[in-house]
Nanobody, 124 residues
Framework: QVQLVESGGGLVQAGDSLRLSCAAS????????MGWFRQAPGKEREFVAG????????VYSNSVKGRFTISRDNAKNAVYLQLNSLKPEDTADYYC?????????????????WGQGTQVTVSS
C-alpha cells in the first residue's frame, strides 16, 4: 500500500532552520505531484508548498515564499522541505501529500495520499 513517512521536525528557535523529508513507497513516485501542508492547533490545514512531477515547477504560499524551499528526488522517492528563517507562527504539524497526475494544486481535498505528519515547534 501507499505510505508517506515524514521526518525532520523538532523544536527550534526563531530564525533557525529545519529540513523536513518525506519518504514515499507503494506508488510510482514520479507520477505524483507532491505537496506540503501544515496544520496549527485550532486552525485548518493549509497549503505550504507544492512541486511538479519532474520537479521543474514549484508553488509556495505567500506566508512561506522566500523562506521555504521544496525539492524532490525521484530516484529516492523522496520530497523535501527546507525551512529557513523560522518564525513562531510556523509552528504546526507538517504533512506531505501526493496527487496523481496533473499540476500543483493548493486544495488539500485534491490530494490522494497523506503522511502522518511531523511536528515543528518554533519558540520565540
Amino acid at each position: 500500500q501507499v505510505q508517506l513517512v515524514e521526518s525532520g521536525g523538532g523544536l527550534v528557535q526563531a530564525g533557525d532552520s529545519l529540513r523536513l523529508s518525506c519518504a514515499a513507497s507503494g506508488l510510482t513516485f514520479s507520477s505524483y505531484v507532491m505537496g506540503w501542508f501544515r496544520q496549527a492547533p485550532g486552525k485548518e490545514r493549509e497549503f505550504v508548498a507544492g512541486i511538479s512531477r519532474s520537479g521543474s515547477s514549484t508553488v509556495y504560499s505567500n506566508s512561506v515564499k522566500g523562506r521555504f524551499t521544496i525539492s524532490r528526488d525521484n530516484a529516492k522517492n523522496a520530497v523535501y522541505l527546507q525551512l529557513n528563517s523560522l518564525k513562531p507562527e510556523d509552528t504546526a504539524d507538517y504533512y506531505c501529500a501526493a496527487k496523481n497526475f496533473g499540476i500543483v494544486i493548493m486544495r488539500a481535498n485534491d490530494y490522494d495520499y497523506w503522511g502522518q505528519g511531523t511536528q515543528v515547534t518554533v519558540s520565540s
